[in-house]
C-alpha cells in the first residue's frame, strides 16, 4: 500500500468517526441534559490527549497572552457550542438529516470567511454555497406533521455547524499557531470548564445516568474525539491539503448510513437528494482550493 493510500484510508476512517458523533449524539440526547453530556466528553478525553503528548514528547502549549481571548472564545463556541447544540438539536430531528447538515461545514466556514473577512469569493466558491444550502434546504423542508424531523432541531444542528466553523475562522486569528494536538488538548482542557459551569444549571446530580447515553459519551470521547484527530492528521501529512478536503464529503455519508444501520431510521429520497447536493458543493469547494 502507497503512502497516499495509506492517507486515503486515515481519512476515510477519520470522517466515519465524524459522521458516527450524530449517532452518538442522538443516544446521548435521550438520556443526558446536553452541558453534562459535553463535560463528561471532554472529562473522558483530556486524560487521553495528555498521555498522548507525553508519548510523542509534545509540550503543554504556552500560547501568547493575546490569544487567550481567542482561545477562550473557540473552546465556548467551537467546541462546547458545536457539541450542545448537536445533542440539543438531536432531541427534535432525525440522526440521518442531522448528517446530512454537518457535512455542510466546508462550505459554511468558506461562507463565514468571505462574510466577516471580506475575502472575496469565486464563482465556483459561490455556486458550491448555493449547492450546499440547497441541501440543507431539502432537509429543513417540515416533512409530514408529527414527523420527528423538526424545523428546530435542524436550527439547532445548522448552528452547531456555524460554532465549528467559527472555531475555524478563529484558528487563522491566533497571533501564535499552535501544534494541532497541543491545540487540541488545551480546548479539551477549556472546554472542560467551560462546560463544567453550564453543566452546573442543569443539576445532573438530581437525576439517573442512563449506562447507554454514558457509553455513547465514552465512544464519543475516545473515538471520534482522540482517535479521529489521529486518524485525520496521520492521513493529512500523506495527501494535499485540497485531497483531505475532499474527504470530509465522507461525514454526511457514514452518518446517514450509520442512523440506518445502528438506529434502524428510515433513508429518504429528501435526505438523498440532500446529500447529493452537499457531496456536490464539498467536491466543487475542493476544486477551487486546488486551482
Known amino acids: 500500500m502507497t503512502r497516499r493510500t495509506q492517507g486515503f484510508l486515515y481519512l476515510t476512517l477519520a470522517m466515519v468517526t465524524v459522521g458516527s458523533t450524530v449517532v452518538a449524539s442522538k443516544l446521548i440526547a435521550a438520556g ?17 490527549f495528555l498521555a498522548l503528548l507525553r508519548l510523542t514528547g509534545t509540550p503543554w502549549p504556552r500560547p501568547a497572552a493575546r490569544d487567550w481571548p481567542v482561545l477562550l472564545i473557540q473552546a465556548g463556541a467551537g467546541s462546547v457550542g458545536y457539541t450542545a447544540l448537536l445533542i440539543t438539536g438531536l432531541r427534535y430531528t432525525s440522526a440521518a438529516d442531522a448528517g446530512v447538515i454537518i457535512g455542510t461545514l466546508p ?7 468571505i462574510v466577516v473577512l471580506g475575502e472575496r469569493p469565486r464563482p465556483a466558491t459561490l455556486a458550491a454555497i448555493a449547492l450546499a444550502a440547497a441541501g440543507v434546504f431539502f432537509i429543513a423542508a417540515q416533512a409530514a406533521p408529527g414527523s420527528s424531523r423538526s424545523l428546530l432541531g435542524n436550527a439547532l444542528i445548522f448552528g452547531a455547524i456555524v460554532c465549528e466553523g467559527l472555531f475555524i475562522l478563529l484558528n487563522k486569528r491566533l497571533r501564535q499557531p499552535l501544534r494541532p494536538l497541543a491545540q487540541s488538548t488545551l480546548m479539551t482542557a477549556l472546554g472542560l470548564a467551560v462546560a463544567t459551569l453550564a453543566a452546573l444549571a442543569e443539576t445532573p446530580w438530581s437525576a439517573p445516568l442512563p449506562p447507554q447515553a454514558l457509553a455513547a459519551v465514552a ?14 492528521y496521520a ?16 461525514a454526511p455519508v ?35 482550493r486546488q486551482a
Open 32 to 48: 443526558l441534559p446536553p452541558f453534562t453530556a459535553t463535560a463528561l466528553r471532554f472529562a473522558v478525553a483530556l486524560p487521553l
Open 107 to 113: 462550505v459554511v466556514s468558506t461562507a463565514i470567511a
Open 219 to 232: 465512544y464519543y470521547a475516545a473515538v471520534p474525539t482522540v482517535a479521529g484527530f489521529l486518524l485525520w
Open 235 to 250: 492521513g493529512a501529512e500523506r495527501v494535499s491539503g485540497a485531497e483531505a478536503s475532499l474527504f470530509t464529503a465522507v
Open 254 to 288: 457514514s452518518a446517514l448510513l450509520l442512523a440506518a444501520l445502528v438506529l434502524g431510521e428510515p433513508v429518504t429520497a429528501r435526505q438523498l437528494l440532500g446529500v447529493a447536493c452537499v457531496l456536490a458543493s464539498v467536491a466543487i469547494l475542493g476544486r477551487v
